[in-house]
């Protein structure tokens, strides 16, 4: 059985940085691309980050870009973001979710974490 | 605002037929295959429907997905009480090099 465990989050002020980790199971970490999936308190969802299986390939959303680095440590089957420079508006709980297959552009995101809380705030 | 648009919300009575619209361009919907999330009332999102149509293991038959020029539609036949949920579509847009998703439409049965 998959499964996807976030830790990491909490409160942090704005400027600071986090690290989230997202520890998988029960699945060939390699072979899969992964993303992180935020959504803030009563929103909806908003992709931020992608990495291909190798971890060759990493994609960012605009809102995101230069301030978060998305990363994998295949031998640990662990995903990681860190997250640099936080704004109020990265207030969000942040899942981590499995995609179908290697690629990160044409796969959909088959299972998902429940998800860690970032809060940023003075 | 989100790149793809979707009504905010949807109802219908048990055993409806209810369907969700999406609306895209040419960059995303246009150019890739649509997926569709469900999202219950505090809980992490489920692949509902992906590549348009297809319908991952254990999702119900009444589940169903299309794709049309720049749009998408997700339908579910003979609804229940257990459909109440948050659902979101999204596609990868080639411009923008990311996935985006809908606003989402929160499904209320009546």
């Known amino acids: 059985e998959v499964q996807l465990?976030?830790?990491?989050?909490?409160?942090?002020?704005?400027?600071?940085?986090?690290?989230?980790?997202?520890a998988a199971s029960g699945l060939t970490f390699s072979i899969y691309s992964m993303n992180w999936v935020r959504q803030a308190p009563g929103k909806g969802l908003?992709?931020?980050?992608?990495?291909?299986?190798?971890?060759g390939?990493?994609?960012?959303?605009?809102?995101?870009?230069?301030?978060?680095?998305?990363?994998?440590?295949?031998?640990?089957?662990?995903?990681?973001?860190q997250m640099n420079n936080l704004r109020a508006a990265d207030t969000a709980v942040y899942y981590c979710a499995k995609a179908a297959g290697t690629a990160v552009n044409t796969h959909a995101s088959d299972y998902w974490g429940q998800g860690t809380l970032v809060t940023v705030s003075s | 605002q989100s790149v793809l648009t979707q009504p905010p919300s949807a109802s219908g009575t048990p055993g409806q037929r209810v369907t969700i619209s999406c609306s895209g361009s040419s960059s995303n919907i246009g150019?890739?295959?649509?997926n569709w999330y469900q999202q219950l009332p505090g809980t992490a999102p489920k692949l509902l429907i992906y590549d348009d149509n297809q319908r991952p293991?254990?999702?119900?038959?009444r589940f169903s997905g299309s794709r049309s020029g720049t749009s998408a539609s997700l339908a579910i036949s003979g609804l229940q009480s257990e459909d109440e949920a948050d659902y979101y579509c999204a596609a990868w847009d080639d411009s923008l090099n990311g996935w985006v998703f809908g606003g989402g439409t929160k499904l209320t049965v009546l």
């Open chain 1, 5 to 22: 465990v976030e830790s990491g989050g909490g409160l942090v002020q704005p400027g600071g940085s986090l690290r989230l980790s997202c």
């Open chain 1, 46 to 55: 908003e992709w931020v980050s992608g990495i291909s299986g190798s971890g």
């Open chain 1, 57 to 81: 390939s990493t994609y960012y959303a605009a809102s995101v870009k230069g301030r978060f680095t998305i990363s994998r440590d295949n031998s640990k089957k662990t995903l990681f973001l």
């Open chain 2, 31 to 34: 150019s890739d295959t649509v």
């Open chain 2, 57 to 61: 293991s254990g999702v119900p038959a």
